[in-house]
């Protein structure tokens, strides 16, 4: 039977968190929320979590280390339950910015962009 440990690349992760959310019983966040992931053998039954955890992390910064002999864990989990789970984990986002109406541009606004009261005038002789 082989053991298997997750290791984390300390580099590429960027603490996103949802390898925390997706293999609490192994993997839990410190207070920036980079994970710290327990150094023991995975038990065969948590294997498939593992997995799924490694599978799913946006960074890439998880890896699944095996010694000795491979065995199959079985299939990832699947369904729709799942796929929800892991929609609403990645498209946590802020709300967008809206403008500000004090003449100032917002972060990504266009330097070309003329506001509405001076577009409908002509230009001054």
């Not at 946590?92 to 009261?117: F, I, L, M, Y």
Request: charged share 20%; glycine share 8%.
């Amino acid at each position: 039977m082989a053991n298997h440990t997750i290791i984390v690349d300390s580099i590429a992760c960027v603490g996103h968190g949802i390898c925390a959310d997706l293999f609490p019983e192994w993997i839990r966040l410190d207070t920036w929320g980079y994970p710290i992931i327990n150094s023991e053998a995975i038990p065969p039954e948590l294997l498939v979590h593992a997995k799924w955890a490694v599978a799913n992390c946006p960074a890439l910064a998880l890896h699944l280390r095996s010694q000795g002999p491979v065995e199959a864990a079985g299939p990832l989990p699947r369904g729709r339950r799942a796929v929800e789970r892991m929609n609403a984990l990645l498209h946590r986002r802020a709300k967008p910015a809206t403008p500000s109406g004090n003449g100032t541009r917002e972060v990504g606004e266009s330097h070309a962009r003329v506001p509405k009261e001076r577009a409908d005038r002509p230009p001054p002789p």
